[in-house]
């Protein structure tokens, strides 16, 4: 299983799948202060006190407390800025931690400018999330309050990308500057895919909740996700998220990205959103990584099991390609799912036929277990030692017995799939 995840081609039902405007920035500007106010340092008294005033908001973050937290702006009866539409922001999602630390003035101008680290963790996730936020707070008779906040959006902390909103499902949380209806769509087929992925590996708990960003463009997607556009030309949502010491993803984020997406009908966007749970799922409940053919293939026959397709229209590009070219001679690689320098259509659906083969001969709590087996946390140049091992343990077969199997089965599938009627 690899560290991030690569979303499904999905040619049965849409044309292949092919989202950063970079440090998007959300907040509101500083208002005007007693223009004698300059700050580089701050006394004991002073940062006890904006240390006070910060517990204060994350206090009425948790609380779900709109008058405590509108006690903490400096425009108490504001009913349009930034810094209220923040809480409706923040209250929507399910912490099971949220904090301030590490308080640092920066100093310079009217205002008193500070940077501090939030320290959060929603509901389920394995381990607290640090990210830098950025407050300008004016003092006035009744003490210091907040004026100005800005954040630069993550991946752990995606919600402060301009024009975003946090939706909540009853499995899952939508963000991303959707409209309402959009975000409450997403919502529901996102608590469906947690429930699809949920009975397809039944032995662990899934790890509530799915956190669905809509990235609003292929370059939004991109620096959430630190790596170049070119990347995700082929690729309709990715899986990722920071990994623990036991190699078991900690707070997996599941990143859609519109360049794809666009392609997609519901159906296929349905299928992403179960795809990517199922990712989730598994980086979640295991220690490390496990061939691609067989986490991929696994999370798409759980994606296409509800379709009812049949495998000539679900595989077309793989055994329009063996009509062509002949059976590959390899199970697909690592290599072979990087869509910048292969075609991931042709490595999903191989993928989607041999693990179909291994679930029709072997059965579906056997292809559990050879996941579970060929999961290691060894380097990746051992990865597929490790499933070549599971695949003699679990199944009694070798890879290369296998792979024929797997030949034949496309070649027979190529063949039907030519004949006429």
């Known amino acids: 299983m690899t560290r991030s995840r690569r979303g499904p081609v999905l040619v049965a039902l849409v044309a292949v799948v092919a989202t950063a405007c970079a440090g998007l920035l959300a907040g509101c500007a500083a208002r005007p202060a007693d223009a004698s106010l300059s700050h580089t340092t701050l006394s004991p008294a002073s940062l006890a006190a904006v240390r006070s005033l910060l517990d204060a908001r994350a206090h009425a973050v948790r609380d779900r407390d709109e008058q405590a937290w509108r006690a903490t702006l400096e425009d108490l009866q504001a009913t349009t800025s930034a810094l209220v539409a923040e809480f409706a922001l923040l209250s929507a999602l399910p912490w099971a931690r949220f904090d301030y630390a590490d308080v640092r003035p920066t100093g310079g101008g009217a205002d008193l400018g500070v940077t501090v680290t939030c320290v959060s963790r929603l509901t389920g996730e394995r381990a607290d999330t640090r990210t830098e936020e950025h407050f300008t707070l004016v003092r006035r008779a009744s003490g210091w309050r907040i004026a100005g906040h800005r954040a630069t959006p993550t991946l752990s902390a995606p919600w402060w990308s301009a024009g975003a909103r946090a939706t909540r499902g009853q499995h899952a949380v939508v963000v991303g500057a959707i409209d309402a209806d959009t975000a409450t769509w997403y919502a529901h087929q996102a608590d469906a895919a947690v429930e699809a992925a949920a009975r397809a590996w039944p032995t662990s708990p899934f790890p509530a909740p799915l956190v669905v960003i809509v990235a609003s463009s292929t370059a939004e997607a991109a620096a959430l996700l630190d790596r170049s556009v070119d990347r995700l030309d082929q690729v309709a949502a990715v899986t990722e998220g920071p990994v623990g010491p036991d190699g078991r993803a900690t707070a997996d984020r599941v990143v859609l990205n519109p360049q794809g997406l666009d392609r997609l009908s519901d159906e296929g966007r349905r299928f992403v959103l179960v795809h990517e749970a199922v990712h989730v799922l598994l980086r979640s409940a295991l220690t490390g990584s496990a061939p691609a053919w067989l986490v991929e293939g696994f999370a798409d026959t759980v994606a296409y099991a509800p379709t009812g397709l049949p495998p000539e229209r679900i595989a077309a590009a793989a055994l329009a390609d063996v009509r062509a070219n002949g059976a590959p ?51 990746a140049p051992d990865v597929e030692a490790a499933g070549a091992r599971a695949v003699e343990e679990v199944l009694g077969t070798s890879v290369p017995e296998l792979t024929s199997a797997w030949q034949r089965r496309l070649l027979a599938l190529a063949a039907a799939g030519s004949a006429p009627g």
């Open 329 to 379: 001679a390899h199970l697909p690689t690592a290599v072979d799912f990087d869509g910048r320098t292969a075609r991931l259509d042709l490595s999903y659906q191989r993928s989607w036929v041999l693990v179909s083969l291994l679930e029709e001969t072997y059965g579906a709590d056997a292809v559990r277990q050879l996941i579970e087996r060929a999961t290691t946390t060894a380097a």
